[in-house]
């Protein structure tokens, strides 16, 4: 590493941290974004250990020699979260969606598990902004649920590392990659008729999602006027 052009330099680690099992769900964050000191804004505060030294491990600027194993397995450590709650910014920039994307459309984040979904791919999304609170869901964009991750690896993940808005602000960016809404539904039945209970539960449902539709168009036209 002590070679190679200016450009190279935030390859190394990044590179390093999206090879290890479990970080299949990260994106490679643009060496340009990580060096703009006003995207970084605040985040200081977040990592208020170590931050200076592990913005350099990330940017691969660190002096490493000098370091004991444990002062630097806590700079790693702290890398790891500071890479994390950058790339929960970065996702939700023309560039990262773009990112993102492609590996929506590759299905790297997995499948919905739900038979009437048809395989829908699915999106990363946290359930909180504030790091360290909650571990991170997949979103289908078909059912409008979320799911736990399969791998174990996968469901450790802060959900703050890519935040509650980046599925939702993908689509708004690029609708033609929205799925149409799965209004299918499993009906359970004995003997080949409907269970009464469930069946008046889905009724209900129906109407609510009619009522909040209409409501929605009678907004718009209030707009519009």
Partial sequence: ???????DYAKYWIDWFLEIKGNEYFCEVDEDYILDRF???GLSQEVPQFYA???DMITDNLDEEALTDKVREQ???????LYGLIHARFVITTRGLAKMLDKYKKADFGRCPR???HQQALLPVGLSDIPLT???KLYCPRCEDIYNPKSSRHAAIDGAYFGTSFPHMLF???????PPKSFERYEPRIFGFKIHAI???HRWQDRARQEFNEKLKDDDEKDQA
């Avoid at 590493?1 to 450009?7: I, L, R």
């Avoid at 708004?172 to 929205?178: A, F, K």
């Fill in 75 to 81: 700079i790693e450590k702290a890398a790891r979260h």
């Fill in 134 to 136: 909650k571990t991170v």
């Fill in 199 to 201: 069946a008046e539960q």
């Fill in 172 to 178: 708004q960016v690029h609708p033609s990659y929205m």
């Fill in 53 to 55: 030294e592990a913005l």
């Fill in 39 to 41: 995207n970084l804004t």
């Fill in 1 to 7: 590493m002590s070679s190679g052009t200016e450009s």
């Fill in 115 to 117: 038979v009437l979904c």
